[in-house]
């Protein structure tokens, strides 16, 4: 009898797991709920067997070695498979469903996460991450379910998103430069139109390319205007766009995102630093590379050159704001290096030495433009990054939802009447 309730739980456990699934809306989070709890019970159960093992080793195999020790070893083939089976149920569920185990703790846990300890000791973490972010995530669903009918980010014009330096406007999710910004804004309401400007070309190139972009949209669509949301140099971009190439009469607004608009002085340094040789050598590596992204004529050191702090100087000068243009600018800061993800923890210290507090590319006082800025101080030390301010890694960062801001501040500007 014993043994058959042992085997009935272990079927229900690994085919009918998740008792706390009812109000999970979607199936990945279903399945994140699923693997957690399965990883939990395996925590236990594996603990329990391994002692019942020893227990039985100690009390049968030592009074009667050759009597008792293939039962023994029999008992702990059948722990052995029982566990395997339910650790890779569990793990399996979340490698495919989760996005906030990361890939490197994926990998991690499928080659290294069933040896005993180190199962004990990771699984937890990774228990906790998943159930997390189901919880967060569905509450996000029920959030957007119960908005809907008042579609907050439904502006008067369409918004034009606007990428920045060294990547393309991609739809794929897993490519997007927003990550899960634009979706949530489309799900509250907002029309989204994308720059697709070259990812490495000067501020007038780009600027020139932007303003055909606008013009394109309002003659398809007749919305007469656009909302610019622009990321990094796709705000400078946006700026040369409005002043110079014909465009003032069609944007409503202009926000900025960690863009550098005094650039950046550690560019300067670094463009002074090396010779010519060794510039070229990367720019021709960067420019072949990025001519696969659809780059018609990259020029890595046209790009990086308009970034320093000496070419904005001049095209600030150069670039008056339109009175017919709303404009506003965000910006953000990490406390210490390790809160960005590569590179930007590695270019964290070479920016502060330069410009002061960062966000691993941007220095704070290069950040502020037009009427309104707004500075987000992050909480504890994980700060957010220039990468973080386009949900670049898809990471839900404890005490800042990024998608949430978007939609804040897309319906701020509706609320303004853009």
Known sequence: MIYALLILLFILVNIMPGFRTGKIRTQKLKQCIKGADILTIYIFASSIGLVFWIVYFCQNVLTDFKGNILAWLLWGLAILVAMSITYWNGTLRLIFNSTQVGLFTKTYSFFWGWIFPVNIIMLPKIIKRANEEAKFENDKIILDEQRAPYRICQTKYPLLMVHGVFFRDFKPAFLNYWGR???????????????????????????????????????????????????????????????????????????????????????DYLLGKFGQGFKDKVANTYNFALAKLGDQNPNFIEAVTDLTHEACTKFNENTPDSPKVFYQSVGTYMPKASGGKFPLNFSYHLVRYFDGRNDGLVGEKSFPWGENFSFLEPRGDRGISHGDMIDLNRENIPGFDVREFYVQLVNNLKNRGF
């Open 181 to 267: 910004i634009s979706d949530e804004l489309i799900r509250n309401g907002a029309v989204i139109f994308f720059g697709n400007q070259q990812s490495a070309a000067s501020v007038e190139e780009c600027g020139k390319e932007l303003a055909q972009r606008i013009r394109e949209i309002v003659e398809q669509t007749g919305c007469e205007k656009v909302n610019i949301i622009a990321h990094s140099k796709g705000g400078l971009d946006s700026r040369a766009a409005i002043a110079r190439y014909g465009v003032e009469d069609m944007v409503a607004s202009l926000t900025t995102i960690n863009t550098p608009h005094r650039g950046c002085e550690f560019a």
